[in-house]
């Protein structure tokens, strides 16, 4: 099953050059969601927020 899905990853991709941090914030979100302190959307938006300024603030062009 691996081996067939590997022909389907898109060769150009790249993890992100702060992937740690954005999945530390996932993690510490969706802990908090699942601790009953805001839904999975409002998670997922502060992630979202979290993750653009961060960028934004290491210099990159961020869009979304």
Do not use: C, N, Y
């Given at each position: 099953i691996f081996k067939d899905s590997s022909?389907?990853?898109d060769p150009s991709?790249?993890?992100s050059p702060f992937q740690d941090y954005a999945d530390q914030?996932?993690?510490?979100e969706l802990s908090t969601a699942a601790a009953?302190?805001?839904?999975?959307?409002?998670?997922?938006d502060r992630v979202q927020?979290?993750?653009v300024a961060f960028a934004s603030?290491?210099?990159f062009t961020v869009s979304t």
């Open positions: 022909a389907m990853v991709f790249q993890w914030i996932l993690m510490e009953g302190q805001g839904s999975l959307v409002e998670a997922i927020e979290q993750i603030e290491q210099g």
